[in-house]
């Protein structure tokens, strides 16, 4: 799986610390190893930035990425690439009949500015699991190099339509039905998002295979989910990036530009 890794030598700064289906087809496949991915380092701003996190800040880490949906719009990706935005978890479902309307937009522009990108489905607690799968498969395409796809599970008190509580072995039947489904599809190890709530509520590390990301955006995962590892961490929601109108969330990968590097070379077709 080793890759001979690029990176760029620059260093680890924050600089404020102060529904349409996609037609994309896929690209053909590479006769031999996919080129390792240049790492970007972060040239990031926060509107809310934190002092004091508890651990090893987030500034440590070298691979910075985004997630994005409907709210992001007038995305320079080339430019938010070049700022540091090594990847992207771009919403493209909800429930079982609603697509993201900026998906097609996000993932095609992602695509063509060299960032790795993947898709992540927003559970509604209100439809079954495996509708909710086969709605995702239906709207986000196999891609070589593609991240693994990502399933959002929170709870949903402001839904107009569906603010259920269901018991936690029930939610956690839920998302392993849904992650086997993807598993199968995708061939790949789905990602499990959710927030520390949420996580203690369902006692979410119950769930088998899928790899975690967590939201903590004032202290370490470390000092909030009691040892879980992480994938990937969401670290903001009030990132600025150049290139991005607005405020955007960020996240980065647990390990080095090497490290990155040798997790997408096993994900490669």
């Not at 996190?53 to 080339?78: C, E």
């Not at 259920?164 to 998002?193: C, G, M, N, W």
């Not at 959710?194 to 975690?212: C, L, P």
């Not at 990036?241 to 490290?259: H, L, R, T, Y």
Request: net charge positive.
């Amino acid at each position: 799986m080793k890759r001979t890794m690029i990176s760029l030598a620059l260093s680890l700064t924050l600089a404020a610390c102060g529904g349409q289906v996609s037609r994309e087809k896929p690209a053909a496949r590479p006769a031999g190893p996919m080129a390792a991915t240049v790492v970007a380092a972060p040239n990031f701003g926060d509107a809310k930035p934190i002092e004091n996190w508890g651990g090893r800040p987030p500034q440590a880490y070298a691979v910075h990425g985004i997630d994005v949906a409907r709210y992001q719009t007038g995305v320079d990706w080339a430019t938010a690439r070049a700022n540091g935005v090594n990847f992207a978890f771009i919403k493209a479902t909800e429930g079982g009949d609603r697509v993201d309307p900026m998906f097609e937009d996000h993932w095609r522009g992602a695509g063509q500015a060299g960032v790795r990108r993947g898709a992540y489905h927003f559970y509604y607690h209100c439809r079954s699991a495996a509708e909710q799968a086969r709605w995702f498969i239906r709207h986000v395409p196999k891609v070589p190099g593609g991240l693994p796809p990502v399933l959002d599970m929170e709870w949903t008190p402001f839904s107009p339509t569906c603010t259920t509580r269901r018991e936690a072995s029930v939610i956690r039947e839920d998302a392993r039905i849904f992650i086997d489904i993807l598993t199968r599809h995708y061939r790949q190890k789905p990602i499990l998002y959710t927030s520390i709530d949420f996580f203690e509520d369902n006692q979410m590390w119950k769930v088998s295979g899928a790899d975690f990301w967590l939201r903590a955006v004032a202290k370490h995962p470390q000092d909030l989910y009691n040892g879980q590892h992480w994938l990937f961490w969401q670290y903001t929601s009030t990132g600025l990036v150049p290139g991005i109108p607005g405020q955007v969330d960020i996240n980065v990968f647990e390990g080095n530009a090497s490290q990155w590097n040798a997790w997408l070379a096993a994900r490669a077709p």
